[in-house]
């Protein structure tokens, strides 16, 4: 890991001071717009219309945190995006992980070729396919529900499944064989061994994979916005725009939603956010394991 | 990828013929294992992206709205896009803001790499802070700089205001809307997955050729050239492919903040064949747009592995 670091006294006070003044920029830019919403939510309406905007806010309403559960089903929005997010990453991990140890172990016709095509599909645009999915999702009664955002993952189809596969596939290659073969010999079929050998093995690829399906399925927003149009459907990605656009039409949100808006926007980043405190291991590994050698 | 993968681990050994038979119907069966567990994956490769992709060609030579069924009106849909100036608009709109986001980012993205490679105090908080826009949903991120933004009460306006600079009016403004749009895209971009990447190639750097090059009289620069980037260029020209193709497809950030305005200052690609498509519902026309856009990404991944030869340094790993 510390290969090439180089220790900071080589680098002289001036060096020194670039390497810091540049962390410290670099730090404000990512963090500004977020500090900068946090103190907006915490204001009133009327602070949010003052000319010069006041840093901080006079008064810190924090019924603007509880209040906003009412003024949008933030609720509702919250357990729909949990309900699309668990049942796709579930679909991910199972069929991606089936579909991985397939490429890794076995021989049969075409292999190379078709896992050729698994990596085209990770740079191939979707929006190639999607309008036509559009078509036959309509025609199978799924526009409204859930299931066009759920079943692709099921069926391991898409580049982020195609992304899975391949880093699923990387970690499987280098599980020695011995083991399984001494299952094979007690007589244990090939899904027993997958399921009670290399699953319970590949966690830590599994874990890499799972946290970076929870962010694509947590974050999506061309899915929903196509797929989804009652509101008691929407996901908080959809939610969000539903309270800027003001499609809410209560009394509260027509006098002014900024400040509601503003928590709103925060809430839906927390689940990422705490993800990745938890499991920061998890995406660090999941990212060098895709090799960052191209 | 090796081809002596496989469970059973036939050997090219000389057998006898009966066992060679026994051998037979083990290889039979593993093919079989094998197209077993692949099956999702086929079923869905081949029902949600091939077929797709057969209807969408089949789609883009016909009248269709989705309510009644297509009609075939050979290349009619081609000369209307090609025909109409909000095209050749919108796809100079993408290609203005790829060349402003993708080499911006790659650069900051390496910058940040460079930064946190070096043996610093705090540097797990700092590439967790680096981290962190990544993680925000992308629709997120617009409606905090949209607040950024705002020309009256906006953080960025109010800092100008105070240093008696009259901002622009940032996303509302043809001459800035774009540019403030890269600005949001480059939040979410520099500090995620591809500065994790560069990270990961910087620290795969043998020391040795630092070294060496130290003791030749190397100076920092000079080091940088001639080692640091020959060694990290494979990831650089990966993480150039993603990019592009990423900036291609910029769609949710443009939505939110401008919806393609101010007066189609930010009208890219992908926004005309959303309005094409699920406004207008001219799945017809639409279908012809991606399939544009699909050729259009395909000629420029061929030219940046046709360049890459002149520049990416394969080889010498360690």
Not at chain 1, 103 to 114: C, E, I, S, V
Request: glycine fraction near 8%; proline fraction near 5%.
């Amino acid at each position: 890991m510390a290969a090439i670091e180089r220790d900071e006294r080589s680098y002289g006070l001036s060096g020194k001071v670039t390497i810091y003044g540049l962390l410290i920029v670099f730090s404000l830019f990512f963090l500004v717009p977020l500090a900068w919403a946090l103190l907006a939510s915490f204001k009133s309406p009327a602070e949010l219309q003052q000319y010069p905007q006041p840093l901080l806010p006079s008064e810190w309403r924090w019924m603007n945190w509880i209040e906003v559960w009412n003024v949008i089903p933030l609720a509702r929005f919250f357990r729909n995006t949990a309900v699309i997010t668990g049942l796709a990453l579930f679909g991910q991990l199972l069929s991606c992980s089936l579909v991985a140890y397939g490429f890794a172990r076995f021989r049969f016709p075409l292999r190379r070729l078709l896992f050729g095509v698994v990596m085209a599909i990770l740079i191939l645009p979707s929006i190639s396919y999607l309008i036509p999915q559009y078509v036959i999702y309509t025609r199978l009664g799924w526009l409204d529900t859930f299931l066009p955002l759920v079943v692709p993952w099921w069926l391991a189809a898409g580049p982020g499944s195609a992304f899975s596969i391949f880093l699923l596939r990387q970690f499987y290659s280098n599980i020695p064989r011995e083991i399984e073969e001494a299952a094979l010999i007690d007589g244990a079929g090939y899904l027993r061994i997958w399921w009670s050998i290399i699953l319970p093995l590949s966690r830590p690829a599994l874990g890499a994979v799972a946290v970076l399906g929870f962010i694509w399925h947590w974050t999506e927003f061309l899915g929903p916005l196509i797929y989804l149009q009652s509101q008691e459907n929407f996901t908080l990605t959809l939610g969000l725009r539903f309270l800027q656009t003001g499609a809410a039409d209560t009394d509260v949100v027509a006098q002014s939603s900024d400040q509601y808006l503003m928590v709103a926007t925060l809430l839906a980043c927390i689940p990422p956010l705490l993800l990745f405190l938890v499991a920061q291991r998890h995406f660090i590994q999941a990212i060098t394991l895709s090799g960052g050698k191209g | 990828m090796s081809e002596a993968a496989s469970i059973s681990g036939a050997k090219p050994a000389v057998a006898a013929p009966r066992e060679n038979r026994s051998r037979n119907t083990a290889a039979v069966r593993e093919a079989v294992w094998g197209l077993i567990f692949i099956s999702p994956w086929l079923v869905g490769t081949l029902v949600l992206t091939f077929v797709p992709m057969v209807l969408s060609l089949y789609y883009s030579f016909t009248k269709y709205d989705v309510f009644s069924l297509p009609q075939w009106i050979g290349l009619e849909n081609y000369i209307r896009v090609f025909t109409r100036p909000i095209f050749w608009r919108a796809l100079g709109t993408t290609l203005t803001y790829t060349a402003m986001l993708v080499p911006a980012a790659v650069a900051l993205s390496l910058a940040c790499a460079l930064l946190l490679n070096t043996r610093v105090r705090f540097r797990a908080m700092f590439r967790g802070i680096f981290f962190f826009p990544s993680l925000v949903p992308a629709v997120a991120a617009a409606y905090l700089w949209l607040w950024v933004y705002n020309p009256e009460f906006g953080l960025a306006n109010s800092v100008l205001g105070y240093l008696g600079i009259a901002g622009p009016n940032w996303l509302g403004s043809t001459s800035t809307a774009l540019f403030s749009i890269v600005i949001i895209a480059l939040w979410g971009a520099i500090g995620g997955t591809m500065m994790i990447t560069f990270l990961a190639a910087l620290q795969s750097v043998p020391r040795e050729l630092y070294e060496a090059a130290e003791l030749d009289g190397a100076g920092s620069i000079l080091r940088f050239w001639h080692i640091t980037v020959p060694m990290i260029s494979p990831t650089v020209f990966f993480n150039l492919i993603i990019a592009t193709i990423g900036s291609f497809m910029v769609f949710d950030i443009v939505y939110v903040t401008t919806g393609g305005g101010p007066q189609y200052a930010t009208y890219t690609f992908f926004m005309h064949i959303y309005t094409t498509g699920f406004h207008s519902f001219d799945f017809g026309q639409a279908s012809a747009m991606t399939w544009i856009l699909t050729l259009i990404l395909f000629g420029f991944t061929a030219i940046q592995f046709r360049l890459q030869r002149r520049w990416v340094h394969y080889g010498t790993e360690v």
